[in-house]
């Protein structure tokens, strides 16, 4: 049984850092990912990283300001996404979401595994 324990989320003000934790158990993993929604709005990409390679990808909107990392254990399914220079456009619900066949990191539908989500909020 594939489980995807998210951690991390809270109230912040903007220009405040948050770390996002995601444990994934229960198969092998090809990609691991963080995707957001927002209230009204679909679930949108944020940041990913293809297991095999450490290869990670990101959003135009968080490029420079987040960074997605796993544990240095490679033996732990542990990702983490670094939050830094928060904006209040960054307040959603934040995914954790998992792949265990060839995805393409960035798209939603190639995940079959997600998390239960963690709030983010950031105030102006």
């Known amino acids: 049984q594939v489980q995807l324990v998210e951690s991390g989320g809270g109230l912040v003000q903007a220009g405040d850092s948050l770390r996002l934790s995601c444990a994934a158990s229960?198969?092998?993993?090809?990609?691991l990912g963080w995707f957001r929604q927002a209230p009204g709005k679909e679930r949108e990409f944020v940041a990913a990283?293809?297991?095999?390679?450490?290869?990670?990808?990101?959003a135009d909107s968080v490029k420079g300001r987040f960074t997605i990392s796993r544990d240095n254990d490679n033996t732990k399914n542990a990702v983490y996404l670094q939050m830094d220079s928060l904006k209040p456009e960054d307040t959603a619900v934040y995914y954790c979401?998992?792949?265990?066949?060839?995805?393409?990191?960035?798209?939603?539908?190639?995940?079959?595994?997600w998390g239960q989500g963690t709030q983010v909020t950031v105030s102006s």
């Open positions: 979401a998992a792949a265990s066949t060839f995805a393409t990191p960035t798209r939603v539908r190639d995940y079959p595994y």
């Open positions: 990283m293809r297991w095999s390679s450490n290869y990670a990808y990101y």
């Open positions: 229960g198969r092998t993993f090809t990609s």
